[in-house]
């Protein structure tokens, strides 16, 4: 039986979207076509109808994930954004959270195409919440660096905390401690305003 090309793109997306979560939960050495087809319902072989290669794959699967993270983040001022980011139900959902957060260790060995997804998204991710330029003190360029600054900071204790065990105390602090002082430096420099 004949497939649609419809049908084609609804499975090349569902394989992208089974190959996001999977490599979030697992890491890009985590996971094998093999493994891979099988989550998303098919054969090993028809992953090369799609896909040229693993690492095409990984690119794809990391753009998806980023911009679906913008996307279920635009409706959220960056105060709401924080306080979700550096929960422990963020920490806890690892196929399902940030695709920075999860894959950006791996994402540093490997190609210079999955390097470059990254910077995209991290780029969509900060302009996701670029503040008014004109209300922010210097301008553009400061607000830019708040966003970074913000951003890095969220990311880093996601991954510390994700590296301790689950039942850490520390785990908890560590977004705790965070999610208090980016909350606090976002305050100051919105009165600064």
Known sequence: MK???????ENRAHIVETAAA???ER?????????????????HGGFYKHFRSKADLMAEAAASGISQRVADSVDLDLYEFVAQYLS?????????????AALGGDAARQSQDIKATF???IESSLAAFQRDEAAAPGGRKADRHMMIDTFAHAVGAVILSRACPDDSALADEILEVCRVRILASLATQAGAR
């Open 27 to 43: 890491g890009y050495d985590g996971v094998s076509v093999a493994d891979l087809m099988a989550a998303a319902g098919f054969t």
């Open 88 to 100: 422990r139900e963020h920490r806890d959902a690892l196929g399902t959270g940030c695709t920075v």
């Open 22 to 24: 999977l490599f979030r």
């Open 119 to 121: 910077s995209e998204g």
């Open 3 to 9: 497939v649609t090309k419809a049908q084609v793109q």
